[in-house]
């Protein structure tokens, strides 16, 4: 089994910054790719980014692109999501996500945090 705690989420105005932290715990970190997702009130939960075990590969969500940010430090076994230029549509409970890595991308995980409510005031 693999933990996942988030932390970070808060009230922001738009046009602000957030850096989210995700860390783990339960087994070695490194052979877990990580995922970051979201799910806003009445719509369906979606995908934001993901990077692979070693932290040279990554993917994100049309919607996010050149405004967020997925890293990794394998050895605090913490997963980041910095997010810049945020919009009010960019509110959303985030998730933590892992799975255990034998191909990339990956869209689909096994383990989950609680999740961290990220709300951005117009």
């Known amino acids: 089994q693999v933990q996942l705690v988030e932390s970070g989420g808060e009230l922001v105005q738009a046009g602000g910054s957030l850096r989210l932290s995700c860390t783990a715990s339960?087994?070695?970190?490194?052979?877990?790719?990580l995922g970051w997702f979201r799910q806003a009130p009445g719509k369906e939960q979606e995908i934001v980014a993901g990077?692979?075990?070693?932290?040279?590969?990554?993917v994100y969500a049309d919607f996010v692109k050149g405004r967020f940010t997925i890293s990794r430090t394998n050895a605090e076994n913490t997963v980041y999501l910095q997010m810049n230029s945020l919009k009010p549509e960019d509110t959303a409970v985030y998730y933590c996500?892992?799975?255990?890595?034998?191909?990339?991308?990956?869209?689909?995980?096994?383990?989950w945090g609680q999740g961290t409510q990220v709300t951005v005031s117009s």
């Open positions: 996500a892992a799975k255990y890595e034998t191909t990339w991308p990956i869209y689909e995980y096994d383990y």
């Open positions: 339960g087994r070695p970190f490194v052979n877990y790719a």
């Open positions: 990077i692979n075990w070693s932290g040279d590969r990554t």
